[in-house]
């Protein structure tokens, strides 16, 4: 089943903060961010497994609470660059294959 | 270091008309994917290969096959393509197993099905 991402879409003025969320129905073992430019293929932004693993860039933060199946990505001080499509993959057991979420569309203007 | 190749870029088929989409990896990588992605749909999973010699199908397989041809290649085949498989097609590949380990995504085949 897809994880569910909110909001669908995001709008920030360059500085802004904004939050994107991912909620599966099913125990998870690990969650994966990724951002996706029009035109090109999507790029890992951050991992972070059950039990409290993480691995990332070191500009982007995010967190999983595990009982809830949830995991949130957080995007600080944001820039042009930021701009794209944001997805969530989750994991139900390590070494199966990550199921995406529909997407989160970040726009940043200056 | 190529990374993922994927082979063809672009591709025009008729209805019934059969493909091959071509996969490659030279990170050493035991698991590898194929994915779709449709506007508003996010990327979906047709079949994977958790290691060489196995596959499994995922949310989409309907209307396609696959090959682990060796640890390196795999590839993804139309039998008789249709107008809703227009997509544009992502393969990706990772160690596999468990761990913190990252899925590196192909640049991508977009096909279109008249």
């Known amino acids: 089943q897809q994880p569910v991402q909110s909001p669908q879409a995001v709008i920030l003025r360059e500085g802004e903060d904004a939050v994107i969320n991912c909620s599966s129905s099913?125990?998870?073992?690990?969650v994966h961010w990724y951002r996706q430019k029009h035109g090109e293929a999507p790029v890992f932004l951050m991992i972070?497994?059950?039990?409290?693993e993480q691995k990332g860039h070191e500009k982007i933060s995010a967190s999983f609470n595990e009982k809830k199946q949830q995991s949130s990505l957080y995007l600080t001080a944001s820039q042009l660059s930021y701009s794209g499509t944001y997805f969530c993959g989750t994991e139900g057991q390590a070494g199966t294959a990550l199921i995406f979420g529909k997407g989160t569309t970040l726009s940043v203007s200056s | 270091n190529a990374g993922v190749t994927q082979t063809p870029k672009f591709q025009v088929l008729k209805t019934g008309q059969s493909m091959t989409l071509q996969c490659a990896q030279d990170m050493n990588h035991n698991s590898m994917y194929w994915y779709r992605q449709d506007p508003g749909m996010g990327l979906r999973l047709i079949y994977y290969s958790a290691s060489e010699g196995t596959t499994d199908k995922g949310e989409v397989p309907n209307g396609y096959n696959v090959s682990r041809l060796n640890k390196r290649e795999f590839s993804l085949r139309l039998e008789s393509a249709a107008p809703s498989q227009t997509s544009v097609y992502f393969c990706a590949s990772r160690v596999g197993g468990s761990g913190a380990n990252v899925l590196t995504f192909g640049a991508g085949s977009r096909l279109t099905v008249l």
């Open positions: 099913k125990a998870l073992y690990s």
């Open positions: 972070l497994l059950k039990g409290g």
